[in-house]
């Protein structure tokens, strides 16, 4: 029942017909560029006060190796005030955390979001009794999701 309920606040929070999710992860649709989409993602994680700790651009890792990869981010958050209470309840959640948002570019040239689904780190981690700050992450996801994708 508690997944349903969070899988309602994320479409809610989202224009559902660009979500999508499954195997743990949600991914929004791009308007922009890899490269504006995971900036604008940054600045808005700033903006709301989280940290954010590094990006890594596989793509130019790729290059250096002498290989070739569509353009592909990962964008690393947190903020202990969040991600604190969820270790609280259950402390294997720590292995996913700080967030991640990865931004990239199919092979048709659509721009993609994804970040892990909360419901599904929740299964994943067997947390109980921290529904409150899951809807809380889930709802902030989506939000920073919707602003860096639209």
Same mark, same amino acid.
């Given at each position: ?8 606040? =994320? ?5 559902? +017909? ?9 991914? =929004? ?28 651009? /596989? ?65 994943? /981690? ?15 996801? +989506? ?8």
């Amino acid at each position: 029942m508690f997944f349903k309920k969070l899988a309602a606040v =994320v479409c809610a929070t989202l224009v559902c +017909g660009s979500v999508y999710a499954g195997e743990g992860l949600i991914k =929004v649709k791009s308007a922009h560029s890899v490269d504006d989409t995971a900036n604008k993602l940054e600045s808005v994680l700033k903006s709301k006060g989280m940290n954010v700790f590094g990006r890594v651009n /596989h793509a130019a890792g790729a290059e250096k190796a002498g290989l070739e990869l569509k353009p592909t981010e990962v964008v690393i958050f947190g903020n202990p005030k969040v991600g604190t209470p969820l270790m609280q309840c259950t402390r294997t959640v720590a292995i996913d955390l700080p967030q991640k948002a990865l931004v990239w570019e199919d092979d048709d040239g659509q721009v993609w979001l994804a970040y892990n689904d909360p419901a599904y780190l929740a299964q994943r /981690h067997g947390i109980e009794g921290c529904d409150e700050v899951l809807k809380k992450v889930s709802g902030a996801l +989506g939000k920073f999701a919707a602003a860096a994708t639209s």
